[in-house]
């Protein structure tokens, strides 16, 4: 069945840099979108960065100029780059996939800037 194991979460501080990595398993479909979405408690789940299987790309406008999602297929894996870190980027990751129409998501890690 499919997984998506999460890993890169962490503390760091204010405008510093972490970088999200999300590997899928279980599966042989070359087309999906994947990407992340994060929460707060409290909060809804807010949708972060998304990216295609043919490159294309869409950003919260909130994080827009300073996390980059990016992707190797050959690997089914996915990448977000965390730039000029805000403590408002403090929340639980997901990063998810679209397969077939159904979501699946991996197991979540938390990001905290102080």
């Known amino acids: 069945h499919v997984q998506l194991v999460e890993s890169g979460g962490g503390s760091v501080q204010a405008g510093g840099s972490l970088k999200l990595s999300c590997t899928i398993t279980g599966f042989s479909y070359a087309s999906y979108q994947m990407g992340w979405f994060r929460q707060v408690p409290g909060k809804e789940r807010e949708g972060v960065a998304a990216i295609d299987s043919d490159g294309s790309t869409s950003y919260a406008d909130s994080v827009k100029g300073r996390f980059t999602i990016s992707r190797d297929n050959a690997k089914n894996t996915g990448y977000l780059q965390m730039n000029s870190l805000k403590s408002e980027d403090t929340a639980l990751y997901y990063c998810?996939?679209?397969?077939?129409?159904?979501?699946?998501w991996g197991q979540g890690t938390q990001v905290t800037v102080s």
């Open positions: 998810y996939a679209v397969i077939s129409w159904n979501y699946h």
